[in-house]
């Protein structure tokens, strides 16, 4: 059975327009230019396969011959979404490669390089995310493993060089130039599908999430930030999606709603659990509860407090040079440091978000890494 299409024409389920990420859109364009350089075919749209098996239609502007591969463009479509990427053109060439096998990732113009440890990618490589990177990998190796390819290229390896028209200026708009990461955007996605953020319907989803979550009468509902609470509690737990709520960056006005709409004598919920990343997590430690970037501090500063009180001055000071949270828990993890920092900061979270709902129910916390590892516990709090 082949894979399903997604729809974009299909709304989502706050009913606006869904776009596609950057990552998809540096995927269309590696395939469209591959297979323009191995069979000559110049598609006006081209199928790629997602991270989640399902497969996306994206429009390809155009495709060309270079001097030594071939070129294609697409252009980004974040629907709904304000994002400052929307309507962006990005390119990728792909050509042979002079280091023989595999896949080699390059930043073209308009692509950030990564200056600094601490991110997703390692210091000195082009700001490919590792999905976006896995997407263009896995597309472009279906295509070399078809018959029809000449066994010249498909052993040869490939350069593939991506960049974005006008990249430089639109990473001014973002964290960019301050996360250590030089010359332009990152190209970034974890499903391929950029869904719609707008502020009221979103936050009209989020009450949705939450009314249903408390109708199915279960002892306890989830509220995560993002995909990675949602993926570890019905994927990995079996849990319903249904009890799963994405409160995205509003976790205060989730938290809200949950007080108003909770009724003990009416919901069986007993325990709330908050999952997710402590950059988002971490930053209702110090109140705040709208855990946007344009509306609240990074999270570093708390988490590094907490570490003051609990590690000697030699031991802490190894986590002083932290540039983000997720360099921070790598550099604690390398210093044996990691368990105890993130039980300590999962605490606090608890014990905040215990006392914000007014102690009417347990909240227990996750804390995961980028990559999905579990790093942090909380002991719930009784209500």
Known sequence: ????????????????????????????????????????????????????????????????????????????????????????????????????????????????????????????????????????????????????????????????????????????????????????????????????????????????YIDVALATQSEFIVFSPGRWGQKFFHQERGIPLNRICLVSNFIGFALDHLKQHFHPEKNQVKTLVLAGHPGKLAKVIEGHWNTHSSESPSALPAILKIAENIFSPDKKEKLQSSRTVEHLIQLSRNNQMSDILFQAVADKISRAASKYLGKTMQVEVLLADFKGNLIGQAATHDG
């Not at 999905?131 to 029809?148: F, T, V």
């Open 1 to 208: 059975m082949s894979a399903p299409f997604i729809d974009l024409t299909i709304p989502a389920s706050n009913g606006m327009a869904r776009g596609i990420t950057t990552g998809s859109c540096a995927t269309a364009a590696a395939r469209s230019a591959l297979e323009f350089l191995i069979f000559n075919s110049e598609k006006q749209q081209i199928a790629i396969d997602l991270p989640s098996g399902e497969k996306l239609r994206v429009p390809v502007n155009f495709c060309r011959k270079t001097k030594r591969g071939a070129i294609a463009q697409v252009t980004k479509n974040a629907g709904d979404d304000p994002d400052v990427t929307d309507k962006c053109k990005v390119e990728v060439e792909v050509k042979p490669s002079e280091k023989k096998n595999g896949i080699h990732f390059y930043a073209g113009d308009g692509v950030g390089t990564v200056t600094e440890d601490g991110l997703q990618i390692p210091k000195g490589e082009p700001a490919i995310n590792p999905i976006p990177r896995s997407m263009i990998r896995q597309n472009l190796e279906h295509i070399l493993k078809d018959p029809a390819t000449p066994e010249t290229l498909r052993d040869c390896g490939l350069d593939v060089v991506v960049s974005v028209l006008g990249g430089k200026d639109i990473a001014l708009k973002t964290f960019n130039p301050r996360l250590g990461i030089e010359g332009g955007i990152s190209i970034l996605g974890t499903t391929g599908i950029v869904e719609p953020m707008s502020l009221s319907a979103w936050k009209a989803s989020v009450e949705i």
